[in-house]
Nanobody, 121 residues
Framework: QVQLVESGGGLVQPGGSLRLSCAAS????????MGWYRQAPGNQRELVAA???????YADSVKGRFTISRDDAKNTVVYLQMNSLKPEDTALYFC???????????????WGPGTQVTISS
């Protein structure tokens, strides 16, 4: 199995920045996709950003403000740099991924436990 652990959430003022990290561990044969979803109270979970190979994808609401990237040394770690944060970015942010597990090649789609991001003055 594959486990995901997020870090980097917190409380910041509007206009501020945060960087979230997600580290994957386990018997990983191949990483297909890693990314971030978020869920605010009363709302459905929504895709924020994803990285698949060299391709990135963003929700319209975060384009130009958020950047997803992979660690150069450890391709099992992804980051979400969040700039120009707004109160509506407040949510529980979840890391997710799609992996093939060694040695069977079975697909695993784990979720992290989530990290809270709160934007408030």
């Amino acid at each position: 199995q594959v486990q995901l652990v997020e870090s980097g959430g917190g409380l910041v003022q509007p206009g501020g920045s945060l960087r979230l990290s997600c580290a994957a561990s386990g018997n990983i044969l191949r990483i297909d996709t890693m990314g971030w979803y978020r869920q605010a109270p009363g709302n459905q979970r929504e895709l924020v950003a994803a990285i698949t190979g060299g391709t990135t994808d963003y929700a319209d609401s975060v384009k130009g403000r958020f950047t997803i990237s992979r660690d150069d040394a450890k391709n099992t770690v992804v980051y979400l740099q969040m700039n120009s944060l707004k109160p509506e970015d407040t949510a529980l942010y979840f890391c997710y991924g799609q992996f093939k597990i060694w040695p069977t090649g079975i697909v695993s789609t784990p979720w992290g436990p989530g990290t809270q991001v709160t934007i408030s003055s």
